[in-house]
């Protein structure tokens, strides 16, 4: 039953409608990538997020728990779990730096090396699914980012 405050007969004005919100397009369209990736992952043993992390460590083997952070937009709370997780799996190995005993760093083994040839298979699952183009999804990739560094710069 409508309320005083709020008739049902009164429009929501557009800047307040859920449909118009970027907010709720981006965490849709998350929920929806998520849920895609969920059984491409089961199948190599993953996560999404233990995939982010690998994702990076395949292009950069050998960071620090803070390097590897800072290129996820992660804390050291969230990540030291899934690095635990990870490590207990097989795929890489957390180690105190030679140089600086307060760094770990995180470096591959080779299962989780190996793991990589197995989700070579997954990007054009992704692609296929999402019924875009290359360049369009390399357009999408590029306009997102650029929104979430403008984001960051605040």
């Known amino acids: 039953m409508p309320s005083p ?15 118009n919100q970027v907010c709720f397009a981006l965490y849709s369209a998350s929920l929806a990538m998520t849920k895609l990736y969920k059984p491409l992952l089961e199948s190599i043993g993953l996560t999404y997020p233990q995939y982010l992390v690998m994702l990076v460590l395949w292009e950069q083997d050998g960071l620090t728990v803070s390097e590897l952070g800072e290129r996820l937009y992660l ?15 097989g795929n890489l190995r957390r180690e105190r730096d030679a140089e600086d005993e307060r760094r770990v760093r995180i470096s ?28 369009e999804l390399v357009a999408l990739t590029g306009q997102l980012k650029t929104l979430r560094d403008r984001l960051n710069q605040r």
């Open 5 to 19: 405050q709020h008739p049902a007969n009164t429009q929501t004005p557009p800047l307040l409608q859920l449909d």
């Open 75 to 89: 804390d050291s709370g969230t990540l030291t779990p899934l690095l635990k997780r990870l490590e207990t799996g």
């Open 108 to 135: 591959l083994t080779e299962a989780g090396r190996a793991l990589r040839d197995k989700a070579e298979a997954i990007p054009p699952c992704v692609l296929e699914s999402s019924q875009c183009t290359l360049p």
